[in-house]
């Protein structure tokens, strides 16, 4: 009976300390999550803009090789006809490369930070 009145002192007294501590791991966790999302919506406003500004430049970009080859054959149609049959190819090329152009890039990319921040967590 000695033990449970041992234990039960033992919990009275250091209550405080341990509502302390818990307090203080869930402000971690909180401080770690503001890290991670304001990170993640800092590459991802990158991700936009630079999404749009490679719009912005195939555009121009088709827009340049449509005239272009419209002044070689001599006809608007055949042109830009041409320049939509490039810019299909390379739809199609790149729809076939995804994976390896794109997919697993990124997910190496994400393991590779997320082990980098893990190995600074311990470090710290």
């Keep these: 009976m000695s033990e449970f009145e041992d234990l039960g002192s033992f919990f009275r007294e250091n209550k405080k300390l341990a509502k302390e501590y ?27 803009i630079s999404l749009f500004l490679l719009f912005l430049f195939i555009i121009f970009l088709g827009l340049v090789t449509g005239f272009w080859l419209s002044e070689l054959t001599g006809s608007y149609v055949k042109g830009f006809g041409l320049t939509a049959l490039i810019i299909l ?9 995804r994976n390896v152009l794109f997919v697993n890039p990124i997910i190496r990319n994400i393991i590779s930070r997320s082990h980098d921040e893990m190995k600074d967590e311990e470090e710290n």
Excluded: H, M, N, V
């Design 22 to 48: 818990f307090d203080t791991c869930l402000e971690i966790y909180k401080l770690k999550l503001i890290r991670i999302l304001s990170r993640s919506a800092g590459y991802f406003i990158w991700i936009i």
């Design 89 to 97: 190819a390379l739809i199609i090329i790149l729809a076939l490369l």
